[in-house]
Nanobody, 131 residues
């Protein structure tokens, strides 16, 4: 079974940037859509962004507002999350995940946004933004 490993988290000041990486242990990851979620203490896991395996399909969470960008390098079995203009409310553990199905066969604002849509998760990486 493929394993996912996030990295790149850390502590930054408000307005700063971080780039998270999600590396998969097996090549099979490259043919599946992938997503990023985050979870702050005491809160539910929140959808951040998802990307199809061809990168032609991307779905962003409403709060992103142009600050975050997802990308992937299938040759490296890695998905990236570039986060700019970080704010204290972005403080959370960030998780990457693999979609259950290989096809991006939905549309609309809730397409591939539920944690239950994903079957394999990384261990998470902490992002802390200070004011």
């Amino acid at each position: 079974q493929v394993q996912l490993n996030e990295s790149g988290g850390g502590q930054v000041q408000a307005g700063g940037s971080l780039r998270l990486s999600c590396a998969a242990s097996r090549g099979l990851f490259s043919i599946y859509p992938s997503g990023w979620f985050r979870q702050a203490p005491g809160k539910d896991r929140e959808f951040v962004v998802a990307i199809g395996w061809k990168s032609s399909n991307v779905q962003y969470g409403e709060f992103v507002k142009g600050r975050f960008t997802i990308s992937r390098d299938n040759a490296k079995n890695t998905v990236y999350l570039q986060m700019n203009n970080l704010q204290p409310e972005d403080t959370a553990v960030y998780f990457c995940a693999k979609l259950r199905q290989s096809q991006w066969d939905c549309s609309g604002s809730d397409c591939n946004t539920r944690p239950g849509d994903y079957d394999i998760w990384g261990q998470g990486t902490q992002v802390t933004v200070s004011s």
